[in-house]
């Protein structure tokens, strides 16, 4: 399963399928009968993966099944120099996942379908994503994402409904909320975001409810004041993608909101709640950035200090409006760009992460890391899969999976942190022998 974790939410839904089909799942490729590859084609960087993926795969000899994004996007105009893809399943056909499979395969027989209350979790545990929506309506003029996963629709709430209840009852503890554009859940169905959180915190169970990928001018008060609420508080972590700062910029993305809006939602963020921990994306070497630009970028970025900053090189995307763009930036300025946005990040990140020494957190332990000899953690700092960066827990005791502790901070570098179980707050109600030290 490549890419994002809505990529990642879609093969777990298909792994169900395949497995109440009557399917063994087997880790290892060399004694499968077909590999399955669940691709990405968001980015260069995501086609070029996708690519190497399917040609390593095809060395086990096995047919290939390409689903996901680069098999809606490029699947027609690659299959006849692909043949050992025996069947291209583009993400805008899953209805029909079985027939496909079927017409493909003659000597299967699948039927049924996959079904978004059944999953078969990829990392068994007691963290997931909840995926409340698909597409995106907003055409920034650098992305692809609306021209490949469609127009945004809202996943029903009585559905979200039923599969929180479904994961807090199978244990877990940590959920992420994720869509392309998580704001703008429920206005198509004549619900909000802020009556999904809601539903979401009436489920005691789930100590952390993270939300991701907010866009910034769809965020009512009403959610903000859910970081501040005592009772069933919100996770203090707000993601918050702005891709740039400069509003010259912000205007040829066909981003809505300016500078100037983000600084007060900044403010009104941090005001409900002080110890809320800042999220943003950055886009570098956009067309037509200037030296102007980037530099009032950087201004913005010193002056914000977000927690976690990721930045990515604009890459020209086929089919979306910026491909065309005649003042595109030359690879090597984009380059020293994304190097002095990460330099500067950098240095924030470790002071604010040194600034943590001796702050004490409650932490779940979902895993054991053997090379640095510690458990790993969710804790209110961190976004899941380590993108942000990692929070290792050292115990004198051994901790199960599923355990919560308080860990007081003891060592701080760029991106990760150590922590040392001060005392165990509750322990796991099925420990699982996976991943323990
Ligand atoms: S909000 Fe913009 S960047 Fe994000 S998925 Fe939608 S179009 Fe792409």
């Known amino acids: ?44 960087a995501a086609k070029k993966e996708a690519i190497d993926t399917i040609l ?49 395969f003659p000597n299967l027989d699948l039927s049924g379908g996959i079904d978004a209350t059944k999953r078969e979790f990829a990392y068994p545990g007691p963290e997931a994503y909840l995926r409340i929506a698909e597409g995106c309506n907003d055409f920034c003029t650098f992305c692809a994402i609306p021209y490949i996963r469609g127009r945004f629709h809202s996943v ?36 909000s975001l802020t009556a999904l959180v809601q539903k979401c915190l009436q489920h005691p169970r789930f100590n952390w409810v993270k939300l991701m990928y907010l866009y910034p001018d769809e965020i009512p008060d009403s959610l903000i004041e859910f970081y501040a609420d005592s009772e069933h508080s919100l996770t203090p972590y707000f993601d918050l993608p702005l891709q740039h700062a400069s509003d010259h910029i912000l205007k040829r993305m066909n981003r809505r909101g300016r500078e100037q809006d983000y600084v007060e939602l900044l403010d009104k963020v941090r005001t409900k709640r002080p110890d809320i921990v800042l999220r943003t994306t950055m886009m570098v070497g956009f067309p ?19 927690d976690h900053l990721g930045a990515f090189i604009y ?27 990460m330099k500067l990040q950098a240095g924030i990140s470790y002071s604010l992460n040194k600034a943590r020494i001796g702050r004490k957190y409650k932490v779940l332990i979902t895993g054991y890391d053997a090379g640095n000899l510690a458990y790993k953690g969710i804790s209110d700092l961190f976004a899941p899969d380590d993108i942000d960066g990692k929070l290792y827990v050292f115990s004198d005791d ?30 796991a109600e099925r420990p699982t022998t996976d991943h323990i030290g």
């Open 398 to 427: 051994p901790l199960s999976v599923g355990d919560i502790v308080e860990a007081e901070i003891v060592n701080a570098s760029v991106y990760d942190l150590d922590a040392k179980v001060v005392r165990v707050l509750e322990k």
């Open 56 to 104: 390593e795969m095809a060395k086990y000899g096995k047919p290939l099944v390409v689903l996901g994004c680069f098999a809606q996007r490029y699947g027609k105009a690659v299959a006849s120099e692909m043949p050992e893809v025996k069947c291209w399943i583009p993400f805008g056909t899953y209805g029909t996942i079985a027939q496909q499979l079927n017409a493909a």
């Open 315 to 341: 890459n020209r995307e086929e089919g979306t409006p910026a491909y065309s763009f005649k003042d595109q930036v030359p690879a090597k300025i984009k380059k020293e760009r994304l190097d002095a946005l």
């Open 156 to 191: 029903p709430l009585p559905l979200l409904e039923r599969q929180m209840d479904d994961m807090e009852k199978g244990g877990i503890r940590s959920l992420t909320l994720i869509a392309q554009d998580t704001s703008m859940y429920g206005r198509d169905i004549g619900t």
């Open 1 to 44: 399963s490549l890419g994002c974790a809505k990529n990642l939410v879609d093969s777990e839904e298909i792994i169900s399928f395949l497995k109440r089909s009557g399917a063994t799942i087997v880790p290892d490729p060399k004694n499968a009968d077909l590999i399955f590859i669940n691709t990405c084609a968001f980015i260069e």
């Open 288 to 306: 037509g950035e200037t030296d102007e630009d980037f530099e009032e970028l950087l201004r913005f970025v010193e002056k914000e200090k977000f």
